[in-house]
């Protein structure tokens, strides 16, 4: 049982350059979001798709677009990489958010 | 003032010590309240979550909620060396959820 799958691991993009970060869950949860983690900042939410078909703005939402491919998979993409978004993404999936989630293994991108 | 606070720590203990981990909120209408793990370049983990007020005990593990101080506790009992990580706590309403920054905990055998 895999759980939340994320790829890429580990990414270093150049200012400007644009790329996607995978998601996917088999666990047939409803919810997918994606979070940042910075030091001393603690998880912050940048998207978040209640079921298929819908995407929300979550806190931090400016310089990303997502996608709700299926019920399975939840992609990020940032369209012009700033170093300001150099971090730790997790992906994470829930059937109901006030029950908790189940977490991504995380993907680091630096960007210079 | 953040919406969920935590001592950053680092929290350092003896193997078999009882560990008190505290977090306060600032959000009464959110009404559920977890508890996550993460180690070290991990994904955090889902340990407990827990609805109004009260204990909730799993094991080694008790989480508590004082909602009248607004007020977030997370207990280990016989704390073991495989329990040093990084403890996230977290308020939620809807699908909006608030992490605190984390307490980085050691356990020294």
């Known amino acids: 049982n895999a759980g939340v799958t994320q790829t890429p691991k580990f990414q270093v993009l150049k200012t400007g350059q644009s790329m996607t970060l995978q998601c996917a869950q088999d666990?047939?949860?409803?919810?997918m979001y994606w979070y940042r983690q910075d030091p001393g900042m603690g998880l912050r939410l940048i998207y978040y798709s209640a079921s298929e078909g819908t995407t929300d703005k979550g806190e931090v939402p400016n310089g990303y677009n997502v996608s709700r491919l299926n019920k399975r998979e939840f992609s990020l993409r940032l369209e012009s990489a700033a170093p300001s978004q150099t971090s730790v993404y997790f992906c994470a999936s829930s059937e109901r958010s006030d029950y908790g989630y189940t977490f991504g293994s995380g993907t680091r991108l630096t960007v210079v | 003032q953040k919406e969920v606070e935590q001592d950053p720590g680092p929290l350092s203990v003896p193997e078999g010590a009882i560990v008190s981990l505290n977090c306060t909120y600032s959000n009464s209408a959110f009404q559920y309240f977890m508890w996550y793990r993460q180690y070290s370049r991990k994904g955090p983990e889902l340990l407990m979550y827990?609805?109004?007020?009260g204990n909730k005990e799993d094991g080694r593990f008790t989480a508590q909620v004082d909602k009248s101080s607004k007020y977030i506790s997370l207990f280990i009992r016989d704390s073991q060396p495989s329990d040093s990580a990084t403890y996230l706590c977290?308020?939620?309403?809807?699908?909006?959820?608030?992490f605190g920054a984390g307490t980085r905990l050691f356990v020294k055998a």
């Open positions: 827990t609805y109004s007020s």
């Open positions: 977290a308020n939620t309403g809807g699908f909006k959820t608030i």
């Open positions: 666990m047939n949860h409803n919810s």
